[in-house]
C-alpha cells in the first residue's frame, strides 16, 4: 500500500467528523434550530443576537433567577400561529383523521411534546456544551412558554431528569456536581425551575399529601426514609426530584467548586410553591443545609443524622481504655466528616435557607449581560458598583490615573486574596488587563479583570462586592440586611413558623448564626426573626444561647467578634412586635443570672468591694488586681451592649422604667472604680489633637471616647473625609498578638471594636505603659513618635496636642440615648 491509500481513509472519516462536529456546534445552526422550534411551537421567535460584529444597543432581557421574576417577559403559545403538524385540531373535526395518518397514527399533542423533547434534549446535551453559544436566554424562553402552556412538557423533563436508565438521567449530576462552566450550571438550574413552577399547581395535592407524611416521619431514621420513599413513588414527579436533588447533597463536598449551583436550585424549588416549600421542609432539609453552614459545630444530633457512616461496633472484649479509643476516632471521623461540609462557602447556601423558611430576599443581580463567554460583558449596574470600588482604592491620584502597584496590592488584601503571593498576583493583573501610560490599571482593565471573574468565578466576584458594602441588588448599604430584603412589616404578617425537630434545634443553635456569620453571606437577620415571630420556645432558647456565649466571650479584641454578633441577635429579635416581647426583654435584662444588667452588677458591685478595701488599707494583690481588671472589662462590654439595646424602642421604654436599676452606668466613666484615672491618680484629657499629618483627613479634634485596652480611645469629630457612613477615624491604644502594646490612628467600622482586621490604619506609635502591672494603665496618648502606615498613611507623621479643659466637651450619656429612643415613640 502506498501512503495515501494507507491513510486516506482515516482522514476522510476524521474531516468528516470535523465537518459534523463544526457543523452540530454551530452557532447558525443553533439559530436555525431555535427559530425553527420556535415556529413549530407557536412562539414568535425572539431577535438572536448577531453571529459578527459589534454589539447590538437594544434593551437587554436580563431575567433573574427566580420563577416568578423570568415569566413576566415570557410569551404564551398561540396556537393559531403552529405550523400545521403540531396545529391543535378536535376530535373529529373535518381533516384530523387525515392529518394523524400522515403524522404516522400520532396525534398533534405528541408531535409537539416530541418537538419539546427534541429541543430540550439538543439544548442540554449540545448548546450548553458549546464554546461559542448564543442566544440561551431565547432558548429559554421556548421552553418555559411550552411548560406554560402545557405542563405535560414540565412533567416529561422532570421525569427525564429522575430516570436512571436514559441518558437524560444524568443531566442533575452532569450539571450541578461535576460541569465546570458557571453559565451552563445557572442555565440548567433556571430552566428546571420553572419547569417545577409551571407542574407545582398540577401536583399540589400529591406535594400536601407527602408533606404530611414527611412530617410525620420526621425522626423517625430509616422508616422515616422509607415513608419519604413511599410518598415519591405515590405519582409526584416533583417529590421524586427533591429526593434525587438530596441525595446529590451527600457529594456536595467532594465536588464542591462546581456545587454552588446545587443550592441554588433548593432555594429555586422552595421559592416556586408553597406546598412544595411544606413538603422540602417536612424532609427536615433545613437541618440538613444547616450541617453546611456549621459543619463540625452542628448539633451531635444534626452530624449523627446526615453524615454517612457506617461504624462497625467495637469487639465486645475490649477493655474500657481500649473501648474509649475506639469511640474517641470514631467522634475524629465524624468531625472530619462534618468540617468538609462547611469547608467550602457555598453562595446560596444562606439563601436556600431563606426561602424555606418563607423569607422573600433580592436575590444576586445579574453580572454578566450576554450568555457567550466570546461577547461577555458586564451589566450597567455591575459596572456602576465597580466603578466606586474602583475609586475607592485608587489612594491619592483618583480614579482618573488608576491603581497603583501598591493600591491594587492593598485592595486585594483587603478583599482577603486567596493568593499566598500578592505581588505576583498583582503583576499578572497589570500585564493582562488594560492599563495606563504610566504602568497604572485603568477602569477598563478593572472591568475586564471582573468580568472574566464573573465568567469564572462569581463567588469571588460577591465576596469583593459584599466586602465593599454592595447588596445582593447592587446597591449600597447596610450589610447586616444584604441577603434578605424582606421588610420587617411583610415578615411581622407571616404566620407562626412550625418546623420538625431537627430544623428547629438547627435554626435555634448559636453555632449556626456563628457560623452564618463567619462565612459573610449575610441574609441570617432575617432568618432569625422569622423562627423567633410569635415563638417564645425558640426565642428564649436563642437568649439563652446568646447570654451564655455573652459572659464567655473571650477579653479583649478577641472576644469581639462573638459580642458584635450577640448584639446584633438581639437586635434583630427585639424588633419584632409580637405577644412575646416582654419576656425576651426580660430574659435579656433581668431574668437570669446572666442576663445583662444582673451579670454587669455583679461585676460592677465586685468593683466597688475591691475599691472599698483598697481605700481601707487592704493591700491589693496581684490576683485581685486581675480580678479587676476582668470585671471592668466585662462592665464596659455590657455597657456597650447597654447603648445597643438603647436604640431599640421596646428595650428603651423598658429600660426607662427600671432605669434606678442601671443608674450607675451613666457615671462609669466618671466613677474610681472604672480605672480610667481615679485608681491611678491621673486624668486624661477630654479632647486632643493632631496636626501636620500627611494624611490630612486625620488631621483635627479628637474626642475623648471611653477607654480601650485600658488606655483612653479619641474619636474624631464629625468624622472626616476618607471615612464613610458611621464609620470613624479613631485614636486608641491595642495589645498585639506578641502581648505588646501598640497606640494607632485608624478608620474604624461603625459598630465595631478598634484592634481588628477589619481597620483601615494610618499612623501607628510605641506604648510606653505604666509599670509594675500586667495592663499598665497609659493616661495619654503618645504626643511624638509616630510613624506612617502606607498605603493610607504616609508622612509627615502627625503631632498630638493635649486639651485639658474641661468644659471643650459634652458627652451624652446612656440616659440621653435611651430618653430620645424613648420620646421618639411616645
Given amino acids: 500500500l502506498t501512503g495515501s491509500e494507507a491513510y486516506d481513509e482515516e482522514v476522510f472519516n476524521s474531516n468528516v467528523t470535523f465537518l459534523r462536529r463544526s457543523y452540530l456546534f454551530g452557532a447558525s445552526f443553533h439559530q436555525h434550530l431555535r427559530d425553527l422550534l420556535a415556529g413549530c411551537l407557536g412562539l414568535e421567535p425572539a431577535p438572536a443576537s448577531p453571529l459578527r460584529g459589534g454589539r447590538g444597543n437594544g434593551p437587554r432581557n436580563n431575567t433573574p433567577h427566580s420563577p416568578a421574576g423570568d415569566s413576566r417577559s415570557i410569551q404564551r403559545p398561540d396556537p393559531s400561529r403552529m405550523f400545521p403538524c403540531t396545529r391543535p385540531a378536535p376530535p373529529g373535526s373535518p381533516g384530523a383523521a387525515a392529518r394523524a395518518a400522515a403524522a404516522g397514527g400520532r396525534d398533534n399533542s405528541t408531535l409537539w411534546l416530541e418537538l419539546v423533547q427534541c429541543g430540550l434534549t439538543f439544548l442540554l446535551d449540545v448548546v450548553l456544551h458549546s464554546r461559542e453559544r448564543r442566544g440561551v436566554k431565547q432558548w429559554h424562553e421556548i421552553f418555559v412558554g411550552a411548560f406554560a402552556y402545557e405542563p405535560v412538557a414540565a412533567q416529561w423533563f422532570i421525569q427525564a431528569l429522575c430516570s436512571p436508565t436514559e441518558r437524560s438521567g444524568t443531566w442533575l449530576r452532569s450539571f450541578l456536581l461535576l460541569c465546570p462552566d458557571v453559565m451552563a450550571r445557572n442555565s440548567f438550574v ?17 406535594l400536601r399529601e407527602a ?31 427533591v429526593e434525587e436533588v438530596t441525595e446529590l447533597m451527600s457529594q456536595a463536598p467532594q465536588y464542591w467548586r462546581n456545587a454552588d449551583e446545587l443550592f441554588l436550585l433548593v432555594r429555586d424549588l422552595a421559592a416556586s410553591h408553597d406546598a412544595l416549600r411544606e413538603y422540602m421542609v417536612g424532609t427536615e432539609m433545613i437541618a440538613r443545609l444547616s450541617l453546611f453552614v456549621a459543619g463540625e459545630k452542628a448539633t451531635e444530633v444534626i452530624k449523627g443524622r446526615f453524615l454517612p457512616h457506617s461504624f462497625e461496633p467495637p469487639a465486645p472484649d475490649l477493655d474500657p481504655q481500649a473501648r474509649a479509643a475506639f469511640y474517641a476516632s470514631q467522634q475524629q471521623i465524624v468531625a472530619a466528616a462534618a468540617a468538609a ?14 426561602a424555606l423558611v418563607d423569607v422573600h430576599q433580592v436575590t444576586k443581580a445579574e453580572l454578566l449581560e450576554c450568555d457567550d463567554y466570546q461577547r461577555a460583558d458586564l451589566t450597567p449596574g455591575a459596572k456602576a458598583a465597580l466603578a466606586a470600588v474602583f475609586a475607592d482604592n485608587c489612594g491619592q491620584l483618583g480614579p482618573m490615573a488608576g491603581m497603583g502597584q501598591n493600591d ?9 486574596s486567596a493568593n499566598s503571593n500578592i505581588r505576583f498576583q498583582v503583576q499578572s493583573i497589570l500585564a493582562k488587563y488594560d492599563t495606563t501610560n504610566e504602568g497604572r490599571l485603568s477602569q477598563a482593565g478593572f472591568f475586564s479583570y471582573y468580568c472574566e471573574s464573573a465568567l469564572t468565578r462569581p463567588k469571588e466576584v460577591w465576596h469583593n462586592l459584599h466586602a465593599a458594602g454592595f447588596r445582593n441588588d447592587l446597591t449600597r448599604g447596610d450589610m447586616s440586611q444584604q441577603g434578605g430584603a424582606q421588610p420587617l412589616d411583610e415578615i411581622m404578617q407571616r404566620p407562626s413558623l412550625s418546623l420538625p425537630p431537627v430544623s428547629m434545634e438547627a435554626l435555634t443553635s448559636f453555632t449556626f448564626y456563628q457560623a452564618a456569620n463567619d462565612s459573610g453571606g449575610g441574609g441570617d437577620g432575617p432568618i432569625l426573626q422569622r423562627v ?7 426565642s428564649q432558647t436563642i437568649l439563652q444561647a446568646c447570654l451564655g456565649e455573652l459572659s464567655n466571650a473571650a477579653p479583649g479584641w478577641h472576644g469581639e467578634n462573638t459580642v458584635t454578633l450577640v448584639k446584633f441577635m438581639l437586635e434583630q429579635m427585639l424588633e419584632l412586635d409580637d405577644p412575646y416581647v416582654q419576656a425576651r426583654l426580660e430574659t ?3 431574668s437570669d443570672n446572666l442576663s445583662v444588667l444582673i451579670y454587669a452588677t455583679v461585676h460592677y458591685n465586685s468593683l466597688i468591694n475591691s475599691y472599698q478595701a483598697q481605700q481601707q488599707g487592704q493591700e491589693q494583690t496581684q490576683a485581685n488586681f486581675n480580678q479587676d481588671m476582668q470585671s471592668r472589662q466585662v462592665v464596659e462590654r455590657y455597657i456597650g451592649v447597654m447603648r445597643t439595646l438603647l436604640k431599640c424602642p421596646h428595650a428603651a421604654r423598658y429600660l426607662n422604667e427600671c432605669q434606678p436599676r442601671w443608674d450607675w452606668m451613666r457615671d462609669w466613666q466618671q466613677h474610681p472604680v472604672s480605672g480610667n484615672y481615679q485608681s491611678y491618680h491621673e486624668v486624661s484629657p477630654k479632647q486632643v ?14 474626642t475623648y471616647d471611653g477607654t480601650c485596652d485600658n488606655a483612653p ?4 469629630s464629625g468624622g472626616g473625609g476618607g471615612v464613610e457612613g458611621d464609620d470613624q477615624f479613631v485614636l486608641y491604644r491595642c495589645k498585639l498578638q506578641d502581648n505588646q502594646h501598640q497606640w494607632y490612628i485608624s478608620i474604624v467600622q461603625a459598630g465595631q471594636q478598634p484592634g481588628t482586621n477589619e481597620d483601615v490604619d494610618f499612623y501607628y506609635a510605641p506604648s510606653i505603659s505604666r509599670q509594675g502591672y500586667e495592663e499598665g494603665y497609659e493616661a495619654n496618648p503618645p504626643e511624638k513618635g509616630w510613624v506612617a502606615l502606607p498605603p493610607k498613611g504616609f508622612s509627615p507623621a502627625p503631632e498630638i496636642y493635649l486639651i485639658t479643659s474641661d468644659d471643650e466637651v459634652d458627652e451624652a450619656d446612656l440616659v440621653s440615648d435611651g430618653e430620645t429612643q424613648a420620646e421618639g415613640q411616645g
Fill in 713 to 716: 480611645k479619641y474619636v474624631k
Fill in 588 to 590: 435579656i435584662l433581668i
Fill in 341 to 354: 461540609y462547611s469547608l467550602p462557602d457555598f453562595m446560596y447556601l444562606l439563601e436556600a435557607i431563606a
Fill in 532 to 538: 423567633c415571630l410569635n415563638d417564645n420556645g425558640a
Fill in 190 to 206: 433556571r430552566l428546571v425551575a420553572h419547569a417545577v413552577a409551571a407542574l407545582a399547581p398540577r401536583e399540589e395535592g400529591m
Fill in 689 to 702: 489633637e493632631l496636626t501636620s499629618a500627611g494624611a490630612d483627613d486625620v488631621n483635627g479634634i479628637y
Fill in 211 to 241: 408533606a404530611a407524611h414527611a412530617r410525620k416521619a420526621a425522626g423517625g431514621g430509616v422508616a422515616g426514609a422509607v415513608e419519604r420513599t413511599a410518598a415519591a413513588a405515590g405519582g409526584s414527579t416533583i417529590v421524586a426530584l
Fill in 408 to 416: 491594587l496590592a492593598a485592595y486585594l488584601e483587603q478583599c482577603g
